[in-house]
C-alpha cells in the first residue's frame, strides 16, 4: 500500500472516530399574532407617507396597546406614564385605562411629577442638543441645523410637547423610527411608542390635557386596587442611574 492510501485511510479512521459535532437548535418560530394585532400594526398611510408595520419579533400581545383594569384618582384623559415599568396609560372611565408599552430614554427618567400638553405636531421635527453633538459630531454635526418631520426623523410620526405651568420642560413623548426599542430603557430620548400607538394616542388627547409622571416608588401605581401592594417591577440599576432626579427639583 502506497503512503499516500496510507495517510487517506488514517484521515477516514479519524473521521469516523470523531464525536458529531453539536447540533444548532433551531430558531424558534416568531410567535403567532392575532389578525387584529397584525391590522393596528400594519402599514399605515399617514400624511402622503407609509409607516412600515412593527416587525412582528418586536411586537407581542403583552406589548399591543389594550384596555386595562386602572385605579386611579385622576381624571378621564389624563396621561400617567410609568417610565419604570415602561408603560403609559390614558386614563377612562370605570376604573379603566388604555395601555401602551413605551420605551424609556435617559431624558425620559429625568423628569417627575406633573405637566400638562399644550401641543401636539404631526411629523416634527428635530435638532440635536449641544451635548449630542459635542458627544459624537460625526453622527449628529451633519443634522446640527435640525432634521425636517419624516420616516427618518427620530420623533418618529407625532410628538405631545410636555409644559409645567407656561414652561417647556423639553419632555417629549413621541413615536420613533426604532421599533425594537419599545418596552426597554435605552440611552436617549424621551418617552417613545410604536409610530402606530403614537398616532392612535395623538388622536385621542386634545390640547390642555394633564401628564402624571411616577416615580420609582410609585412605579405600578394603578395597576392595582386601593390597598393592595403594588405589583414588584423589574428594572436594572445600570438602566436607571440617578432615579431619583427630576425635572421639578431643579433650579
Not at 42 to 47: L, S
Request: glycine fraction near 8%; charged fraction near 20%.
Amino acid at each position: 500500500m502506497t503512503h499516500a492510501k496510507i495517510a487517506m485511510l488514517a484521515l477516514v479512521v479519524l473521521a469516523a472516530c470523531a464525536p458529531e459535532p453539536p447540533k444548532t437548535a433551531p430558531a424558534p418560530a416568531p410567535p403567532q399574532l392575532s389578525a387584529h394585532l397584525r391590522a393596528i400594526y400594519g402599514p399605515t398611510e399617514d400624511d402622503g407617507r407609509t409607516i412600515p408595520a412593527v416587525n412582528p419579533k418586536y411586537l407581542s400581545e403583552e406589548k399591543a396597546r389594550q384596555e386595562v383594569d386602572y385605579w386611579t384618582d385622576e381624571p378621564p384623559g389624563t396621561i400617567v406614564v410609568d417610565p419604570w415599568a415602561r408603560k403609559l396609560y390614558l386614563v377612562q372611565k370605570d376604573n379603566r385605562a388604555l395601555r401602551y408599552t413605551v420605551a424609556v430614554g435617559e431624558d425620559g427618567r429625568g423628569f417627575a411629577g406633573k405637566g400638562h400638553v399644550p401641543y401636539q405636531r404631526d411629523w416634527p421635527s428635530w435638532t440635536p442638543t449641544q451635548n449630542m453633538i459635542k458627544d459624537d459630531p460625526a453622527l449628529y454635526g451633519p443634522v446640527k441645523n435640525g432634521l425636517k418631520g419624516g420616516l427618518d426623523n427620530p420623533l418618529g410620526s407625532r410628538a405631545l410637547y410636555l409644559h409645567r405651568g407656561n414652561r417647556d420642560t423639553f419632555y417629549r413623548i413621541h413615536g420613533t423610527m426604532d421599533d425594537s426599542s419599545i418596552g426597554k430603557a435605552t440611552s436617549a430620548g424621551c418617552i417613545r411608542l410604536f409610530n402606530q400607538d403614537i398616532i392612535d394616542l395623538a388622536d385621542r388627547v386634545r390640547s390642555g390635557t394633564d401628564v402624571v409622571v411616577l416615580t420609582r416608588a410609585q412605579s405600578g401605581q394603578g395597576t392595582v386596587p386601593p390597598g393592595q401592594p403594588l405589583p414588584p417591577v423589574p428594572y436594572s440599576a445600570d438602566d436607571f442611574p440617578n432615579p431619583e432626579t427630576s425635572v421639578g427639583d431643579q433650579t
